[in-house]
């Protein structure tokens, strides 16, 4: 068999693995089905800090989590969370949500849809810090 021929073959096969795992659902964004998942997911990456309160984003691919002496955010990466605890950073407030920008290296921002109701309630809950 020709170099060409294994190499369309291979590519075709990569290719059409993605696209029928795609069509099945099975790269669909993690979503916080309540809140009850939103603090499974934070206390599997932050034990020592137990949650105290939550707040699920609009779209419920992010929560806000309080807790005894501040504020963290866990958010869907993929099919797996992040979580990160909140610094004393205020987040920029965007067109669609608000903005987080992380203080380590190895964090890009976040955005996080909110509506204007669901803004607003996350802006309270963390000048509440």
Do not use: C, Y
């Not at 021929?5 to 795992?21: F, Q, R, T």
């Not at 501040?70 to 909140?86: C, E, K, M, P, Q």
């Amino acid at each position: 068999m020709s170099l060409e021929i294994l190499l369309a073959l291979v590519i075709g096969g990569i290719a059409g693995i993605a696209a029928l795992l795609h069509f099945l659902g099975l790269t669909a964004p993690h979503r916080f089905t309540d809140e009850a998942t939103a603090v499974a997911a934070w206390e599997r990456e932050v034990p020592e800090l137990p949650a105290t309160k939550v707040s699920l984003s609009t779209d419920a691919h992010a929560a806000l989590i309080a807790f005894d002496g501040g504020h963290g955010i866990v958010w869907s990466f993929g099919d797996d969370t992040v979580a990160r605890i909140l610094g004393a950073n205020q987040p920029e407030v965007t067109q669609t949500g608000l903005r987080f920008t992380f203080p380590d290296f190895g964090s890009s921002n976040l955005d996080v849809q909110l509506d204007e109701k669901t803004r607003a309630a996350w802006l309270k809950l963390l000048e509440a810090q």
